[in-house]
C-alpha cells in the first residue's frame, strides 16, 4: 500500500483552474469531416431503417474522423481524460438523424452499451421532475449533480438543446484530487485504496448480476501497474452505509468529504458550456463529472435536453479487479433483453414525455 501513496502527476492530473477547455480540450470538426459524417449518415440511411443497435463502422464509415477517434482512445486513456467535439450543425439534421451520427461515432470509438437495467443504449439527460409522482434520478431534474464517475470506460454527451440558464458540465481530474490527498493527508488517501461497499439501483441489480450491493469494497484509487484508476460513486457508497450494508467510519466519511470538497473546489473543476450539437467524451477512471443547476422552460419541446452513451473500449484493460464490481460486464447481456428495437429514438421519447406533460396539466 504504501509504494501506491506517489502522485500520478503528468498530463492526466490536471487542474481546472490551469485550463481553458476551449484550447486545451476541443476539437473543432473541418468542413471535410463534416461532409464525411454527412455522407457516412447518407450511406447508412441507404441500408434501411436500422436500429441504433445494428449502426456499425461499416455501415457508417467514417476513413477520416475514424481515425482521430482512434487517437482520441490514446488521449481519453493516457491524456486530460476529456474531449468536447465541436461543429456538428443543429439545424441540418433531425434529432433522430443526430442519435444516428451520435451512435455511429461511438462505433467507431469503441463498443456502445447499454446504460441500465432498461436496456437502452441512448440515454435522455431531461428535466422531467415535475411530470412524475415519485422522485426522479439527478440527471431527470434540474438540480445540481455532485461529482462522480459513470459506469464501465466512457461517458459522452451530446447537446440537442441548452438550458434557459446554467447546466454547465462540472469536470475534475481524479487524478489531481488523488496526488492532492496523498500530498496533504495521506492516511485518508489509503481510506480510498481500501476502498467501500458501493449500493446500486434496484432495478439494475434485479435485472442485471443480482447484486443489490457490491461483494466487496469498491477501491475509489487503485494502481495497477502503474496505471491510475479511480470509481468514484459517493452517493451510493453512503446509501448503502444508511441502509445498513456496513458501519462506514469517521474515517471513511473524512476521506469521502475530503475528495467531494477537492473536486467541487475551484481550484480543481473546470466548468463546459455545451452547446447545441456539442458533443463530449470523458474517461471514467481519470475524470469525475458533475453539473451546476439549472433555469429550465414550462415546455418540455423547449427544455435542455442532452443524449447520452456509455462505451467500453476493446482494446484498453480491463478495470482492476477491486473495480468492477459496481457495474459488472455481466450485467450487459441481461440489460440488453429489456430493450426494445428504437425505444430510445429522440422523437419518439419526446413525443411520449409531450404526451405525459399534457396529461398532467388536464
Same mark, same amino acid.
Given at each position: 500500500? *504504501?509504494?501506491?501513496?506517489?502522485?500520478?502527476?503528468?498530463?492526466?492530473?490536471w &487542474?481546472?483552474?490551469?485550463?481553458?477547455?476551449?484550447?486545451?480540450?476541443?476539437? /473543432?470538426?473541418? *468542413?471535410d469531416?463534416?461532409?464525411?459524417?454527412?455522407?457516412?449518415?447518407t450511406?447508412?440511411?441507404?441500408?434501411g431503417?436500422?436500429?441504433?443497435?445494428?449502426? *456499425?463502422?461499416?455501415?457508417?464509415?467514417l476513413? =477520416?474522423?475514424?481515425?482521430?477517434?482512434?487517437?482520441?482512445?490514446?488521449?481519453l486513456?493516457?491524456?486530460?481524460?476529456?474531449?468536447?467535439? $465541436?461543429?456538428?450543425?443543429?439545424?441540418?439534421?433531425?434529432?433522430?438523424?443526430?442519435?444516428?451520427?451520435?451512435?455511429?461515432l461511438?462505433?467507431?470509438?469503441?463498443?456502445?452499451i447499454?446504460?441500465?437495467?432498461?436496456g437502452?443504449?441512448?440515454?435522455?439527460?431531461?428535466?422531467?421532475?415535475?411530470l412524475?409522482?415519485?422522485?426522479?434520478r439527478?440527471?431527470?431534474?434540474?438540480?445540481?449533480?455532485?461529482?462522480?464517475?459513470?459506469?464501465?470506460?466512457?461517458?459522452? &454527451? &451530446?447537446?440537442?438543446?441548452?438550458?434557459?440558464?446554467?447546466?454547465?458540465?462540472r469536470?475534475?481530474?481524479?487524478?489531481?484530487?488523488?496526488?492532492?490527498?496523498?500530498e496533504?493527508?495521506?492516511?485518508?488517501?489509503?481510506?480510498?485504496?481500501?476502498?467501500?461497499?458501493?449500493?446500486?439501483?434496484?432495478?439494475?441489480?434485479?435485472?442485471?448480476?443480482?447484486?443489490?450491493?457490491?461483494?466487496?469494497?469498491?477501491?475509489?484509487?487503485?494502481?495497477?501497474?502503474?496505471?491510475?484508476?479511480?470509481?468514484?460513486?459517493?452517493?451510493?457508497?453512503?446509501?448503502?452505509?444508511?441502509a445498513?450494508?456496513?458501519?462506514?467510519?469517521?474515517?471513511?466519511?473524512?476521506?469521502?468529504?475530503?475528495?467531494?470538497?477537492?473536486?467541487?473546489?475551484?481550484?480543481?473543476?473546470?466548468?463546459?458550456?455545451?452547446? #447545441?450539437g456539442?458533443? /463530449?467524451?470523458?474517461?471514467? =477512471?481519470?475524470?469525475v463529472?458533475?453539473?451546476?443547476?439549472?433555469?429550465?422552460? $414550462?415546455?418540455?419541446?423547449?427544455?435542455?435536453?442532452?443524449?447520452?452513451?456509455?462505451?467500453?473500449?476493446?482494446?484498453?484493460?480491463?478495470?482492476?479487479?477491486?473495480q468492477?464490481?459496481?457495474?459488472?460486464m455481466?450485467? &450487459? #447481456?441481461?440489460?440488453?433483453?429489456? =430493450?426494445?428495437?428504437?425505444?430510445?429514438?429522440?422523437?419518439?421519447?419526446?413525443?411520449?414525455?409531450?404526451?405525459?406533460?399534457?396529461?398532467?396539466?388536464?
Amino acid at each position: 500500500m *504504501t509504494d501506491t501513496l506517489k502522485a500520478v502527476g503528468g498530463r492526466s492530473a490536471w &487542474l481546472g483552474s490551469t485550463l481553458d477547455y476551449r484550447t486545451d480540450g476541443l476539437w /473543432q470538426l473541418s *468542413t471535410d469531416e463534416l461532409a464525411e459524417i454527412d455522407a457516412a449518415l447518407t450511406i447508412l440511411k441507404g441500408h434501411g431503417e436500422l436500429d441504433l443497435t445494428e449502426i *456499425t463502422p461499416d455501415r457508417f464509415p467514417l476513413p =477520416r474522423v475514424g481515425d482521430f477517434l482512434s487517437r482520441l482512445r490514446d488521449e481519453l486513456r493516457a491524456g486530460r481524460g476529456f474531449v468536447l467535439i $465541436r461543429g456538428l450543425s443543429r439545424e441540418a439534421y433531425s434529432d433522430d438523424d443526430l442519435a444516428r451520427i451520435y451512435c455511429g461515432l461511438g462505433a467507431h470509438l469503441g463498443e456502445v452499451i447499454p446504460q441500465s437495467g432498461n436496456g437502452e443504449i441512448l440515454g435522455h439527460v431531461l428535466n422531467v421532475a415535475d411530470l412524475f409522482d415519485e422522485q426522479v434520478r439527478g440527471y431527470r431534474s434540474a438540480q445540481s449533480m455532485n461529482m462522480h464517475c459513470d459506469g464501465h470506460d466512457v461517458v459522452s &454527451l &451530446l447537446c440537442l438543446r441548452a438550458a434557459k440558464a446554467g447546466g454547465a458540465s462540472r469536470i475534475a481530474s481524479a487524478a489531481a484530487v488523488h496526488d492532492r490527498m496523498v500530498e496533504t493527508h495521506p492516511e485518508l488517501a489509503r481510506v480510498l485504496y481500501t476502498g467501500m461497499p458501493v449500493m446500486r439501483g434496484q432495478m439494475d441489480a434485479e435485472r442485471g448480476d443480482g447484486k443489490i450491493v457490491t461483494s466487496d469494497n469498491v477501491a475509489l484509487f487503485t494502481r495497477t501497474d502503474g496505471v491510475f484508476s479511480s470509481c468514484v460513486h459517493v452517493a451510493q457508497t453512503r446509501d448503502a452505509a444508511r441502509a445498513g450494508h456496513f458501519d462506514i467510519t469517521p474515517e471513511q466519511e473524512a476521506a469521502l468529504d475530503l475528495f467531494c470538497e477537492l473536486s467541487a473546489s475551484p481550484e480543481f473543476y473546470l466548468d463546459m458550456d455545451i452547446a #447545441p450539437g456539442d458533443i /463530449q467524451f470523458l474517461n471514467n =477512471r481519470l475524470i469525475v463529472h458533475g453539473r451546476t443547476p439549472y433555469e429550465d422552460h $414550462r415546455d418540455v419541446n423547449r427544455r435542455r435536453h442532452l443524449m447520452r452513451l456509455w462505451v467500453n473500449i476493446p482494446s484498453w484493460p480491463r478495470r482492476p479487479a477491486n473495480q468492477q464490481d459496481v457495474y459488472s460486464m455481466d450485467d &450487459l #447481456p441481461q440489460w440488453a433483453r429489456f =430493450r426494445t428495437p428504437f425505444m430510445e429514438m429522440p422523437e419518439k421519447y419526446m413525443a411520449e414525455v409531450t404526451a405525459k406533460q399534457q396529461r398532467a396539466t388536464v
